[in-house]
Nanobody
Framework: QVQLVESGGGLVQAGGSLRLSCAAS????????MGWFRQAPGKEREFVAA????????YYADSVKGRFTISRDNAKNTVYLQMNSLKPEDTAVYYC????????????????????WGQGTQVTVSS
């Protein structure tokens, strides 16, 4: 079992930036891929980004490609989500998640691949 704690959310104006962090514990951090998801009010949870165990492969939803960057520091057991050029439609609760395997598989349902979830951090982008 993996325990995950997100931080870094907040209120930002459109066009601004935020960096989310997610600290992991419980399993060897470098043994699994990591992901970020978000859920806006009244909407389903959606995939944002994922990163393989080594950081060598990254994946993004089309809606954030070119604006968000996922990265990880295996020495610090932490995954990050750098969010630039934020838009009001990015407003949501952001969750980090630990994959059950070393790699993320983009051809399969995103949510079902992740077995552990953080409590979420609110990101609000004002227009």
């Amino acid at each position: 079992q993996v325990q995950l704690v997100e931080s870094g959310g907040g209120l930002v104006q459109a066009g601004g930036s935020l960096r989310l962090s997610c600290a992991a514990s419980g399993r060897t951090f470098s043994s699994y891929a990591m992901g970020w998801f978000r859920q806006a009010p009244g909407k389903e949870r959606e995939f944002v980004a994922a990163i393989s165990w080594s950081g060598g492969s990254t994946y993004y939803a089309d809606s954030v490609k070119g604006r968000f960057t996922i990265s990880r520091d295996n020495a610090k057991n932490t995954v990050y989500l750098q969010m630039n050029s934020l838009k009001p439609e990015d407003t949501a609760v952001y969750y980090c998640a630990a994959h059950q395997l070393k790699n993320y598989y983009s051809d399969y349902d995103p949510i079902g691949q992740f077995g552990s979830w953080g409590q979420g951090t609110q990101v609000t982008v004002s227009s």
